[in-house]
């Protein structure tokens, strides 16, 4: 998460959307950059709503525009399961090395969820309490209107780093499998679906 006080700006760090180089490459223009533990790096925006929103708003004595990306949900998850198959992580209960992508997404919409598909969803992390919690929400693989938008706001020319990267992976999917999918993910493909190219969503 950056926030921008003079530009009056927040950057919300959905998961798995680039953030990481986002960070890199505006950390310093930022009064306050929070880059770990995940969780605050994270922060959704259900909580930047109920406890930074009134902290930064009362201080500055103005609102903030807040701002996120938001990933293709099954490329989104397919990114998640392409991360958990690193080495590092092997012998872990977040591991997907045993697993197939059908095998992970089952994990996913399996109740209790697998461990190694707890990783919650885009369209809760930028809830917010009446509805979408950003005032502007970009599509990660538009990532070009998001950069223009910032360049715009902070005045500045943005070059972001490729860092980060899932290893590949295969993603083949039955037709069923797909479908299950969509519905149980219906509310994130619909937001998905919303998205414009300034960051209103429909």
């Known amino acids: ?30 009064c306050m950059s929070v880059a770990r533990p995940p969780a605050l790096k994270h922060t959704p925006a259900y909580r930047y709503e109920r406890f930074l929103k009134p902290y930064l708003e009362r201080s500055a004595g103005a609102s903030f525009t807040v701002v996120a990306l938001m990933r293709e949900p099954l490329a989104w998850l397919g990114s998640w399961y392409r991360f958990r198959q690193r080495d590092d992580i092997r012998d872990t ?4 090395h045993h697993l197939d992508f059908n095998g992970f997404l089952t994990g996913y919409m399996a109740r209790p969820r697998a461990e190694f598909a ?33 360049e715009d706001r902070l005045n500045c020319v943005i070059e972001l780093p490729v860092v980060n990267v899932s290893p590949p992976g295969v993603l083949d999917l ?8 969509q519905t149980y993910c219906a509310e994130d493909f619909r937001l998905y679906a919303g998205i414009t190219p300034t960051g209103r969503v429909d």
């Open 93 to 96: 209960p977040q591991s997907t």
């Open 174 to 181: 039955p037709d069923e499998t797909r479908a299950r999918i």
């Open 118 to 150: 707890d990783i919650g969803s885009q369209a809760r992390f930028l809830q917010g309490k009446n509805g979408l919690g950003v005032d502007r929400l970009f599509r990660y693989e538009d990532i070009g209107s998001f950069v223009t938008f910032l």
């Open 1 to 30: 998460m950056l926030i921008f006080w003079e530009e009056r700006l927040v950057v919300l760090a959905t998961p798995k959307t680039g953030s990481t180089a986002i960070e890199i490459a505006l950390e310093s223009l930022a």
